[in-house]
């Protein structure tokens, strides 16, 4: 029976590989690695556990800190030389895959949390947004548990963009009043 779908072999596996290392902006490990890759119904995870360290070995990939991994200039050389014999839904998909991924990461460098526990029994919860030319707003809420902390983190780690155009609005509001 023929399998469908675009990957066949460990070398498919290895082209999609080099396609999405190629596109990533930040160092990954082996479930990002997979989840990127996951564009086709043949793909395993074992497919990607035995095409990682043969890739390593062979110079495409290097490790990086904390068991993440990175293209190597070789990688990105025969990458861009084999991305043509991926089936282009594929490509699309994992294209697509990779510029969420890159978003994702950079968005959550620019919001920051942090609970800190206080002598009182509440708890400090530290928020700041910042984007690529520094710190654009630090607030600091207080919270009766750890419950209610964790949640403001989560919640401003989702809605960080809003608190800051909505503060901004209510202020720059009434300054138009003023003058």
Known sequence: MQRLGFIHDMLDVKVLILF???????????????????????????DVCTALPEMVKSGHLK????????????????????????AFTVKQRADNAV???????????????????????????MMSLDDEMGNLMTLELSAPNQRQAVRLSKLFEKKAEAVYNLTMAELLDEEDEIE
């Open 20 to 46: 999405v290392m190629a596109r990533v902006n930040y160092p990954v490990n082996i479930q990002q690695i997979y989840e990127l890759c996951y564009q086709d119904d043949c793909l395993s995870y074992f």
């Open 99 to 125: 510029n969420r991924f890159n978003r994702q990461i950079r968005r959550s460098s620019f919001v920051k949390t942090q609970i800190i526990p206080r002598d009182t029994g509440d708890f400090s919860v």
């Open 63 to 86: 490790e990086a800190e904390g068991e993440c991994y990175v293209i190597t200039e070789k990688g990105k050389a025969d990458g861009s030389l084999t991305e043509d014999s991926i």
